[in-house]
Every structure is written in C-alpha cells, then in structure tokens.
C-alpha cells in the first residue's frame, strides 16, 4: 500500500518559482520500485500529466508545455519526490497531483495505482 501526500502549492506571480514535494508511506515495496509522477488539473479540464521519473531516478520526461521550466527529481532515502516549477504562467494554474506507477515509466494517467490528494498552484499575472 502506498500513500502519497504532497505539499508546497500556493499562490505565486506570474514569473516566479515553487517547488512541491511529495511524500511517500509505503508498505510491502520500497519506493524505489515506484516511477513517479506529477498531473495537474486545471478547473473543468482533464487532468494532464506534467512529469515523470524513473524508479532509479536517471530517466526524466516532460510535457511539452512544462519542458525547460519544471524538473522533477526524488530521493529515494526520503521517500520524496519533488517538482521544482520556474517561469511560471497563469496557465500553469491547476491542481498537482503526485502519482505513483509500479510497473510503467509513461505519461499515461491509468499506468498510475495510487494518487495523492493534490495540492493547488495559483499563479496570478
């Protein structure tokens, strides 16, 4: 079983940084074994994935609308993964969520067996 909570959304200008963390509690696996990744929903849109990362952590993919400004990266020690978000657009204004995969690296939401409750990211302009 696998519980997720992240945190460090909030309100920010347009321009401006903020890095989200998410934590993992795990049982029966370590999280190592997990390939992680960041979704956004925006109010009355689907969600769409942002960023993924490989269990070992070397092998990163980005959604085209994100390339270049976020990283995701996760240590493994602290059972966390995190998404540094930079040069931020009110486009980028959503809830995050954080998602853990047990058997795919891929940016495929149904790939993805446990969810984290969100956590909102307004960015004003």
């Known amino acids: 079983q696998v519980q997720l909570v992240e945190s460090g959304g909030g309100l920010v200008q347009a321009g401006g940084s903020l890095r989200l963390s998410c934590a993992a509690s795990?049982?029966?696996?370590?999280?190592?074994?997990?390939?992680m990744g960041w979704f956004r929903q925006a109010a009355g849109k689907e969600r769409d994935f942002v960023a993924v990362?490989?269990?070992?952590?070397?092998?990163?993919f980005y959604a085209d609308s994100v390339k270049g400004r976020f990283t995701i990266s996760r240590d493994n020690a602290k059972n966390t993964v995190y998404l540094q978000m930079n040069s931020l657009k009110p486009e980028d204004t959503a809830i995050y969520y954080c998602?853990?995969?047990?058997?795919?690296?891929?940016?495929?939401?149904?790939?993805?067996?446990?969810w984290g409750q969100g956590t909102q990211v307004t960015v004003s302009s």
């Open positions: 998602a853990a995969a047990r058997l795919y690296y891929s940016g495929d939401a149904n790939q993805y067996n446990y």
């Open positions: 795990i049982s029966g696996r370590t999280f190592s074994n997990y390939n």
């Open positions: 990362i490989h269990r070992a952590g070397g092998l990163t």
